[in-house]
Each structure stands twice: as C-alpha cells, then as structure tokens.
C-alpha cells in the first residue's frame, strides 16, 4: 500500500493527476497557440492509461465511469489521429483542440466525482452526489471547459505560431 491505497489504486490515481497537469499545460498552449508535442505525447499516453487502468478494478456491471472511460478513449484516439496523421491541417486542427479538451474534460469529471466521494467534508455536501453542491460544481466545470474549448479553437495556430518563430 501506498498512502494507504493499493498499489494499483495509486498508479492509476498517479497516471490521472499527471494526465490533468499534462492537460492543463497542453489547455495553455492551445490557448497560446503553442503545440507544446512533449506536453500533448504525454497528456495523450497518461490520459488513454487511465481509462485503461479504470477497466482493472473489480466490476459486476458497466459502471458510468466505464462508459466515461470508453468514450475518453474514443475521444481520445480521434484527437491524436488528427494531431500525428491529420498533423492539425485544415480540419483536423478544430478536431485536435475539441478532442484534447473532450478529454481532459472527461478526466477532471470523473476529479469532480472522486473528490466528492473521497473528502469527508464535500461528502457531506452530496452523499449521493445527486444534491446540489455536486451538481453545481461540474456544472461550473463543463462551463469553464466549453469556454476554454471555444477560445482555443478559435485561437490554436499552430502554423502561424510556427513561422513566428
């Protein structure tokens, strides 16, 4: 165990905060139309091992955190075709952006769920997380998301911002 969670908890935990940091960095650079392709290799990998490492807990039945899992890696997979087959041109720039920020969405959801699952104090807010503390807060969440998502359609250039440099 480590920080009293099973090992596989922990990794999985681990891969889905490196994937919202690498997220956020990646989110920045599409706002400044910066590809950042370190930062979008790595935000891809961890985001695709963590809907991957979802379907390695225990189940009796599909849960909504399989169903926000395949759809991240369907998501997931339309994003990185456009960005190392389409090379973000023509189409597959706006296709690229919605999908990472589909993805990184879908990742800081399930955050959402989990925070208020596993703190004391925003449980007692929403024990069933159908009150609506919880409701509000990924209502603010999707907000957020689908205006930073809009912004960096409009603003991701990548070859502009290359021949800047």
């Known amino acids: 165990m480590i ?7 922990f990794f999985h ?8 940091v690498s997220g956020v ?3 920045a650079g599409l706002l400044s139309s910066r590809p950042l392709p370190g930062w979008t290799a790595t935000f891809l990998v961890t985001t695709a091992l963590t809907s ?3 379907f390695g807990f225990p189940f009796a039945a599909l849960l909504p955190s399989h169903k926000v899992g395949i759809l991240s890696l369907i998501v997931l997979a339309v994003a990185s075709f456009a960005r ?3 090379h973000v041109a023509g189409a597959w720039r ?3 952006v919605v999908g990472a920020v589909a993805a990184l969405y879908f990742n800081c959801f399930v955050l959402v769920v989990q925070l208020f699952k596993h703190i004391d104090s925003l449980h007692a807010l ?20 689908l205006a930073a998502g809009i912004r960096a359609v409009r603003r991701f250039r990548p ?7």
């Open 3 to 9: 920080l009293g969670m099973p090992y596989f908890t």
């Open 84 to 86: 190392y087959f389409g």
């Open 13 to 20: 935990v681990a891969i889905s905060l490196a994937g919202i």
């Open 25 to 27: 960095v990646v989110l």
């Open 159 to 165: 070859a502009a911002a290359s021949s800047r440099v």
């Open 52 to 54: 991957i490492t979802g």
């Open 126 to 145: 929403a024990p069933t997380q159908t009150e609506r503390p919880f409701q509000l807060t990924q209502l603010i969440v999707l907000v957020l998301f």
């Open 94 to 96: 706006w296709i690229y």
